[in-house]
């Protein structure tokens, strides 16, 4: 036993050299029975792992459901026998007797392939059926007869189940063995001698069976023969074997052969009786029967090519003499192989969910496929659907992996459901199929996307704080965190410009919600303060690395009617100037005092007077109105130009003084007003107006008593230089404007076709000295916003007021993109408008639209 254990030890040293010769696959070699414990191979050194990566790794075999009595040592790597290792009990009579076993290590995940051969030893001694047999041999058989004895059958292989026989000395008996064409060997009991029943009727022999292992071992069958007296002619087969081939899905009841045995007697001795040899294995003798008397044989049983491919029926066919004879025969049925089992698809590992980063060429699962048919029937075929983005691929015999053949997206596909198919090559194949579910887990590779670039919101000033003004929204695909975004206002670049104060950040007026993206007001809005809030909202995931996304905001205040009017001090030079103040200007009323002489003609301009509205638009669109006095009197106001001039010519009826009171109004909802109160002194010619002013103002009181034909020709040519200069200029406005702004579309409009309005006889510019932006208009004020009103025109008949004058447009709206201002002709409304419909104009001009009209003489 110890020769066999050193033999064995280095035949696995020569294997492990061996190594280097062979790629891809590791092989060893261990004898049978050997103890648990015993080191088979250096399987990490082997595999090319490096000291302590077995344990980090994991290092270990995988089961395919069959013991293996071996396994991995996790700290050493080697490959060590774990329990008894029987190649008997493992392989049967199958030779060589190798195991394949599939080894895997992680990080990276591969897997290897390691090939145990067991090799047998000398282990089992040949056994006999039974321990006795009797066999009946008449006297008068002749010398040279063959009696068919059942061999003994050894478990081991090889040499060490090769067997041959010896018989205790007789000088009647002698054993031989015969080598047929069939797979077997025939054991055969020879007389050499005829037999005398009356010298001796029974002999004792024993029969050894010795195999040729080292050492050999023997077993023996005591053989106990009667010797018989009379019939001497036993039934004879015309062949010794027959070879019969059955497929292995043939139905019950068919016929496999039809045997028949010839006796030279006559009567009883001649009547011939078949049946089956006890000899025969009990599976046999489960799957065939054979009709006594007509020698077919028949299928009973089912048959499996994969279970026993090859049945020995001996068959006796036994006459009716006394002692009965009998002839012996050996059917040979070897079972032909259909495609009857379908291949099998196990999965031995698999790694989910995938991460949708993983590289192409992943493995995913490794996978073993069998099929228990045997030529083309066993040869198996693999694939797998979908296509894409898996695929198979083989690494060893019946051995694949499921690996990535294309990028995954989670966001598109979320979860795989794969089948791995398996097909054999019979005809017709049959197939099988294993499905997976792969889910695919998310990675942060999306990042936040609002809806919009820019985000356009209108908010009406004196807003409350804390009001919201919009919401916003960014959409990610991600899910968990990696989906989940907060909102924030971006500091850096986001503001305005504040009159007086500087530059202020966008996050001292507003601010972000930073879950729902709703945008609120820290305080009220003043639009005198601030016109246009641009800053940048940016959408932050929650994923690592954290990804975001911008969108611009543009807060548009909208004026609200919150300044009323302010009386301004006259202007030297022109109407009005022998006009005193008597109150600062800037509250809610002034005095104001001017001289007029009597006989003064018509339409002569006395004063006039100036006021400004901090607001815009029609909020600072100004009116004048002559409170007191009442009714029909000498003098009156200018709608739009503040100018008090004469309706007749003055006399002295009208008394020495007269008191005007002035109400100044805009057209904000509600309207604001100022009031002024004016004293014309009327005095009896003009060297008493040259008393009552300086040398500035004396000069403009001569020219008011000069002739009336001399100023009304003045006039006339000055209003028609005036308009003429006006349309020149306008048509270059035009011309510039649609050259400029012809591409861009109106995204703001009220109701109606805009206007663009103008000073003088219709109206004056509200004041805005607050910006660069300046535009010229009565008395040479500056102006900075060119407002564009929608005009009213008389409701059509049968609408009512709330069609004539539709609501103004809703608190906040959000459209794509900044407002472009349209323009059209000059016409004003003679009715205050009711609603604004656009912004100040952004870019400025240089020229005044609208002249003062001067008094005569001017």
Known sequence: MGCVCRGALLRVLVLQLAWALVGGQVQYSVPEEVKAGTVVGRLAQDLGLEAGEPETRRL????????????????????????????????????????????????????????????????????????????????????????????????????????????????????????????????????????????????????????????????????????????????????????????????????????????????????????MDAVVPPLASAAFSIDEKSGEIMLKGAVDFETVALYELHIKARDQGTPPLSGHCKVVVEVLDVNDNSPEVWVTSLSVPVPEDAAVGTVVALLSVSDRDSGENGRVRCTVWPSTPFGLVSTFAGSYSLVL???????????????????????????????????VSDVNDNAPAFAQAVY??????????????????????????????????????????????????????????????????????????????????????????????????????????????????????????????????????????????????????LAKIRAVDADSGYNAWLRYELWEPRGKGPFRVGLYSGEVSTTRALEEADGPRQRLVIVVRDHGEPARSATATLSVSLVGSAEAVLTATDSGSAKAGLRSAEGGASATTTNVWLVVAICVVSSLFLLAVV??????????????????????????????????QRQSRSLCVTDGAGKSD?????????????????????????????????????????????????????????????????????????
């Open 456 to 605: 356009t919101v209108l908010v009406r000033e004196n807003n409350a704080a804390g009001a919201e003004l919009a919401r916003l929204w960014a959409r990610d695909p991600d899910e968990a965190g990696n989906g989940r975004v907060s909102y924030s206002v971006a500091e850096i670049g986001g503001g305005a410009a504040v009159s007086g104060v500087g530059w202020r950040p966008a996050s001292s007026y507003v601010s972000v919600d930073a879950e729902s993206g709703r945008l609120w007001a820290l305080q009220p809005l003043d639009y005198e303060e601030l016109q246009v809030l641009q800053f940048e909202v940016r959408a932050v995931d929650a994923g690592e690395p954290a990804l975001c996304g911008n969108a611009t905001v543009q807060l548009f205040v909208l004026d609200e009617n919150d300044n009323a009017p302010v009386l301004l001090p006259p202007a030297g030079g022109g109407p009005g100037a022998a006009v005193a103040v008597s109150a600062a200007s800037g509250g809610g009323s002034a005095e104001l005092w001017a001289w007029a002489s009597w006989g003064a003609p018509a339409g002569q301009v």
């Open 405 to 439: 053949r294309e990028a995954l997206d989670r966001e598109r596909v979320s979860e795989y459901e794969v089948e791995v198919g398996a097909e054999d090559g019979g005809s017709p194949p049959l197939r099988a199929s294993r499905g997976l579910r792969v889910p």
């Open 786 to 858: 060119l407002m564009v009103f929608s005009p009213n025109f008389p409701p059509p008949l049968g609408s009512t007021a709330k069609e004539a004058h539709p609501e103004a447009p809703a608190l906040l709206e959000t459209v794509s993109g900044p407002p472009s201002l349209p323009f059209s002709s000059f016409a004003p409304s003679p009715v205050a408008p009711s609603s604004l419909s656009a912004f100040s104009l952004s870019r400025p001009l240089s020229s005044c639209l609208c002249q003062p009209i001067s008094a005569p003489g001017s």
């Open 60 to 275: 270990r075999l995988v089961s395919q459901g069959r013991r293996a009595s071996v396994e991995v040592s996790g700290a050493s790597g080697a490959l060590v026998v774990s329990s008894r290792l029987d190649r008997e009990e493992l392989c049967g009579k199958s030779s060589p007797c190798s195991l394949r076993l599939e080894v895997l290590v992680e990080r990276p995940l591969r897997v290897f392939h390691v090939e145990l051969e067991v090799t047998d030893i000398n282990d089992n001694a040949p056994v006999f059926p039974a321990a006795r047999k009797n066999l009946s041999v008449s006297e008068s058989t002749p010398a040279g007869s063959r009696f068919p004895l059942e061999g003994a059958s050894d478990a081991d292989v090889g040499a060490n189940a090769q067997l041959s026989y010896s018989l205790s000395p007789s000088e009647h008996f002698k054993v031989e063995e015969e080598n047929s064409n069939s797979r077997s060997k025939s054991l055969f009991l020879v007389l050499t001698k005829p037999l005398d029943r009356e010298t001796m009727p029974i002999h004792h022999l024993v029969l050894t069976a010795s195999d040729r292992g080292h050492p050999p071992l023997t077993g023996t069958v005591e053989l106990v023969i009667s010797v018989l007296d009379s019939n001497d002619n036993v039934p004879q087969f015309n062949q010794s074997v027959y070879i019969v081939v059955l497929p292995e899905d043939a139905l019950q009841g068919t016929l496999v052969m039809r045997l028949n045995a010839m006796d030279p007697d006559e009567g009883s001795n001649r009547e011939v009786i078949y049946e």
């Open 735 to 768: 011309l510039y404007v649609a050259a400029r702004w012809a591409p861009r579309s109106a995204v703001l409009s009220g109701p109606g076709p805009a206007t663009l309005v103008c000073a003088s006889e219709v109206g004056s510019w509200s004041y805005s």
